[in-house]
């Protein structure tokens, strides 16, 4: 036990937060849509598991949230802890920076996370933007589908971009040769600050109409 929490990463500890604060985000969504138990559940898993398993799939590799334990145990604990806020708070939990400080967190690991799978893939300046917002965004969008919404993503609030900045900074970073871990704090800097400062001042993108 020691070893591993020896062994434990900044990096790797932001990937944990943000896998059960997706968790937490997903099943609370599935409690304030009225689901029993089982569907709470499976929108808490689907919002911490889907964007990585997505863009595994996207790669042409096993997705490892199907090879580890470790990532489908956080996210249970976040479906745990969901239901255990939300009967204390007796109510919705969703703007609470219980959820909101760790979920930001959350995007910008794993939107360096989806970066590196990227690059590592060799895939072109856009399929590595897209890697990378799709690890940060994509489980909450397919969370958004099963509750028969329009995914947030799309028309709420200064998140999706987040994902986008930082998944381009990783590329120039890494594209001009800077030394690792470089980019990948940078990306991870980008992310968050953004989200951080759109969260503060009430950022969000303009609509056509």
Not at 31 to 47: P, Q
Not at 107 to 132: H, K
Not at 147 to 171: N, R, S
Request: proline share 4%.
């Amino acid at each position: 036990m020691l070893n591993a929490l020896a062994a434990l990463t900044p990096f790797a500890a932001m990937n944990a937060i943000g896998t059960v604060a997706f968790g937490v985000a997903g099943a609370s969504k599935g409690v304030d849509a009225d689901l029993d138990y089982l569907g709470v559940t499976v929108l808490g898993v689907v919002t911490a598991l889907g964007g990585g398993i997505t863009r595994d799939l996207l790669v042409g590799r096993v997705p490892s949230a199907l090879t580890a334990e470790t990532d489908v145990l956080l996210a249970l604990a976040g479906v745990a802890l969901a239901i255990a806020l939300v009967r204390a708070e007796r109510g919705s939990i969703a703007d609470s920076p219980l959820l909101t400080i760790p979920d930001a967190i959350g995007l910008a690991a794993f939107t360096a996370t989806g970066a590196i799978v990227g690059v590592e893939a060799g895939l072109s300046p856009f399929g590595v933007v897209v890697c990378a917002t799709l690890t940060g965004v994509g489980g909450g969008a397919i969370r958004d589908v099963l509750a028969q919404e329009v995914p947030f993503v799309l028309h709420e609030d200064f998140y999706a971009t987040c994902a986008i900045a930082g998944g381009a900074v990783f590329w120039l970073l890494w594209t001009a040769d800077v030394a690792s871990p470089v980019p990948t704090v940078a990306c991870v800097a980008v992310a968050l600050g953004l989200r951080l400062m759109g969260m503060r001042r009430g950022w969000s993108l303009p609509t056509v109409a």
